[in-house]
């Protein structure tokens, strides 16, 4: 039945829903970078209150790739038609 669905497809189509699964998983990897990051901020004030003398782990780093990859796999999510009429100019839709 897949099979069959995908025979359908034409290229421009398939690679429309291959940049919007892209643009899923990014997302997806972002938001557990920034979930990370926040959580390490936390865990850094607690560990600061309880006077610990343990290094604290920066948390900018889940903020600088969790951040902007967030916004570029939004980009590739909502902004699939347009990467796909950039891809296929020629082709007829």
């Known amino acids: 039945m897949v099979q069959a669905w995908l025979e ?6 398939l690679f ?6 892209t643009g899923f998983l990014i997302i997806i ?19 600061i209150n309880q006077g610990s003398d ?9 903020f ?4 902007p ?3 570029l796999g939004a980009v590739f999510f909502f902004l699939a038609d347009w990467i ?6 020629n082709a007829t839709p």
């Not at 972002?30 to 560990?47: K, P």
């Not at 343990?54 to 889940?62: E, F, G, N, R, V």
């Not at 600088?64 to 951040?67: A, D, K, Q």
Request: hydrophobic share 50%.
């Open 69 to 71: 990859g967030l916004a």
């Open 64 to 67: 600088v790739f969790g951040l």
């Open 29 to 47: 990897y972002s938001l557990w970078n920034v979930w990370s990051g926040f959580d390490n901020v936390f865990e850094n004030i607690l560990q």
């Open 16 to 21: 429309g829903v291959v940049v919007r699964a």
């Open 8 to 13: 359908q497809m034409k290229a421009s189509e």
């Open 84 to 89: 796909v009429k950039l891809a296929y100019r």
């Open 54 to 62: 343990a290094d604290a782990p920066s948390t900018i780093s889940y």
